[in-house]
């Protein structure tokens, strides 16, 4: 803010020199980091009423949030309700250690880069430094405001932002057991066996950068530079600088319940081939940051994702179509989807890298349970953890003017024949050879030529066709036919029998009409809309 005495002080970001000038406040300081990056001046006022410290850089440096949390204010702010012109302003709501705060960025340029409702991990850009509002010069007000009513209760919650700032480097931490998520930003140096006179071990950058791991330790080397140990579950890695390192904000999460399984998973995918193990019911954990519909988070020194809204441990059977590939068969197929001794039909092994259909689930003591099947065979139920999904794309079959014909192998082979596939149908397409597409259709797998042949001669369809774009006549045949009369003229509008469909001579496709059962004679097809 512009008004008042302020005391401008320069400072280096990685520097930390304020750790003794101002006390910093344990446990949530080393949530929040620098909303602007690298060297930069700040002021703090000496006057009352300026609640938070204004940080100057160039105009336009990228401002990131201090901490993960949700968006709750995102616009231009006016002077109002005694609070100054913020202009540009951005609000942020934090979970921290069962604590919330509230972090304000004033000034900022116009197009911001985040909305209210919006999900901000730690570090994202949300705007660019500016000079809107109240404001002299280009800079960014930047508050934190602790157990806060609402977001302009600065009067009861406004904290000092220095107190919580420039943590990763500050001598003061003290030595031991910490329990910390970083992620490898700046990886310069190895990984070694102790922070004193420790071994090389490996490169960091090489072997883990942008990686997000779990600091459990923290010490000093005998030249005073803090080091922490990083893991991953039970993989010890070893030590490593700290200035390596960003410390990544976390907020605070119990998983659900007995009635649920909450499994964790090493991508953000819930698939079977991605699972690490089951996280018990009612556990703590951290979350890191958030998809759509899972979080990343922080348990037994692992971060991991979970689905937000799991799966009961036991459901109804529930209709949902993939196409899989068995990949890792080592139990067998039931013919309910509770396994036992007398369900029992026959190893999953016996289609050991086959791509089939599921078409079903159930949830049964934890274990999802899928129905597989090729076409009309349904060959049982099995644990969905020996199969993979594999990703299918829309795909349209030939139309009238060619025979298309499903294959078991991808050989156009009479012995190989499944059946005809009707024209126009919607298949799914799995993948392709030089002169095949494997695809679905009828829930079943199977091949087809790119290029089908072409049918001769007139073929029975039995559709009904609305007359939508008369501009021709009604011919005796389809091809070199004698004119009958003019369509629109007589049909515009109605609705007429396409029982057979031909092609003429110039390649045009053309419809034989009835009218009822009364045979009108051969109209271009491009006349109608087919109705069913």
């Not at 994202?124 to 508050?143: A, C, K, M, R």
């Not at 405001?145 to 480097?169: I, R, S």
Request: glycine share 8%; hydrophobic share 35%.
């Amino acid at each position: 803010m512009k008004k008042g005495l302020k005391v401008l002080i320069s400072v280096i970001l990685f520097m930390g020199i304020f750790g003794g000038l101002y006390g910093k406040e344990a446990g949530a300081a080393s949530n929040f980091i620098w909303p602007v990056d690298g060297s930069h001046t700040y002021s703090r006022s000496l006057e009352s009423g300026h609640n938070g410290i204004d940080i100057t850089k160039y105009d336009g440096a990228p401002i990131k949030a201090s901490a993960a949390g949700e968006v709750i204010y995102a616009q231009y702010h006016s002077s109002q309700n005694g609070n100054g012109d913020y202009g540009n302003l951005v609000a942020i709501k934090h979970s921290i250690g069962g604590v919330s705060y509230i972090t304000k960025y004033a000034h900022m340029k116009s197009g911001l880069k985040v909305s209210v409702g919006q999900w901000v991990g730690q570090g994202t850009v949300i705007g660019y430094l500016g000079n809107t509002g109240d404001s002299t010069g280009p800079h960014l007000h930047f508050e934190i405001l602790k157990n806060p009513a609402n977001m302009w209760d600065a009067k009861n919650a406004h904290v000092e932002p220095l107190h919580y700032l420039d943590q990763n480097d500050q001598p003061d931490e003290s030595a031991g057991d910490i329990n910390k998520v970083v992620q490898v930003t700046n990886a310069k140096w190895g990984i070694y066996s102790a922070a004193k006179d420790g071994k090389w071990l490996k490169d960091l950058k090489t072997h883990y950068d942008n990686w997000i791991l779990v600091a459990d330790k923290v010490d000093y080397s005998n030249s005073g530079t803090k080091h922490y140990r990083i893991r991953m579950g039970n993989d010890i890695i070893g030590w490593v600088a700290a200035e390596q390192l960003t410390v990544k904000s976390t907020s605070d999460y119990t998983v659900k319940n007995e009635s649920y399984q909450t499994i964790g998973y090493y991508r953000s995918q819930a698939n079977s081939s991605y699972i690490n193990y089951e996280i018990p019911p009612n556990s703590k954990v951290k979350v890191i940051s958030e998809t759509a519909d899972m979080y990343m988070i922080e348990y037994d020194y692992r971060p991991q994702y979970i689905l937000k809204n799991p799966p009961k441990r036991n459901s109804e059977e529930i209709n949902e179509f993939n196409v899989i590939k068995v990949d890792n068969p080592k139990w067998g197929l039931y013919k309910v989807p509770e396994s036992g001794t007398s369900n029992y039909k026959e190893p999953l092994s016996n289609y050991d890298n086959w791509t089939m259909v599921t078409d079903k689930y159930k949830w049964v003591n934890g274990t999802k349970m899928i129905q597989v099947r090729m076409g009309d065979d349904i060959k049982g139920w099995t644990a969905a953890g020996q199969v993979s999904n594999v990703e299918t794309t829309s795909l349209a079959i030939a139309d009238e003017a060619y025979t298309t014909i499903g294959y078991y192998r991808a050989e156009a082979n009479s012995n190989y024949i499944n059946y005809k596939i009707p024209a126009n149908s919607k298949v799914r397409l799995i993948s392709e050879t030089t002169d095949m597409y494997l695809i679905v259709h009828d829930n079943r797998p199977q091949y087809i030529l790119k290029t089908p042949p072409k049918i001769t001669g007139e073929v029975e369809i039995n559709k009904t066709v609305k007359v939508t774009n008369p501009k021709w006549g009604i011919y005796s045949a389809a091809s070199d036919g004698k004119w009958l009369m003019d369509l629109g003229t007589h049909y515009n509008n109605q609705t007429l029998e396409a029982d057979r469909v031909a092609w003429s001579s110039s390649g045009k496709k053309t419809y034989r009409l009835k009218d009822n059962g009364e045979v009108l004679g051969w109209a271009a097809a491009e006349q109608f809309t087919v109705i069913d």
